[in-house]
């Protein structure tokens, strides 16, 4: 789901809950609960949302299954890179969650052909996923696919299944010619992104 910025909760203004690009992953508890600096959220309370704030970095919306957990990370190429996915059900199996249990939507997040990238970071993406086919990280020379990383986390994680929501937040457009998705890369800045969010 996505909610413009005008309709954003008020939670997600709160100057507690800082995104840095990381893998840290808080357990939210309670609402209005301060995270800290953090990119990955969940919570098996009933009616406190979770959510994240993108406009060109993945964002991933997770459920289990039976309805008793959700999660929310962000996932940009650092978040990524450092392994979010990876950690967050590293930390959720040791809870006892099993990724087998949980469906993801991976939302609108900006298309390799959008993403250029410098010659380095798309080597460096190619030597951290040389299980992925080269083709498959960087389709083109120096243009990074982060949804493609996303996806094999999530495979990799285990997770029962996945869907592609949405399109490039960068040049998906609407019917009318105008831009679909908010884009960092396209020039919207901090106030003009989109929130990914969910609760039970
Ligand atoms: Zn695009």
Redesign the pocket.
């Known amino acids: 789901m996505l909610v413009p910025q005008a309709l954003q909760p008020a939670w997600e203004q709160r100057p507690e809950k800082r995104q840095v690009h990381g893998t840290r992953a808080v357990h939210i508890a309670e609402a209005l609960q301060p995270a800290g600096d953090a990119d990955a959220f969940y919570t098996s309370a009933s009616g406190i949302p979770v959510s994240v704030i993108t406009a060109d970095c993945v964002p991933l919306l997770m459920a289990r299954r039976d309805g008793a957990m959700v999660a929310a990370l962000h996932a940009g190429w650092r978040g990524l890179y450092a392994g979010i996915i990876g950690r967050f059900w590293e930390a959720l199996r040791e809870q006892g969650e099993r990724p087998s249990e949980w469906v993801a939507a991976i939302g609108p997040t900006?298309?390799a052909?959008?993403y250029e990238v410098s010659e380095e970071l798309a080597q460096d993406f190619m030597r951290h996923y040389a299980a992925l086919p080269a083709h498959a990280v960087v389709p083109s020379h120096r243009h990074l696919d982060l949804r493609a990383v996303a996806q094999y986390e999530l495979e990799r994680a285990g997770l029962a299944a996945f869907e592609h929501v949405g399109g490039?937040t960068?040049?998906a457009r609407n019917a009318d010619g105008t831009h679909t998705f908010r884009s960092y890369r396209r020039g919207d800045r901090n106030s003009q992104q989109h929130a990914g969010l969910l609760r039970l």
């Open positions: 900006i298309c052909p959008c490039c960068c040049c």
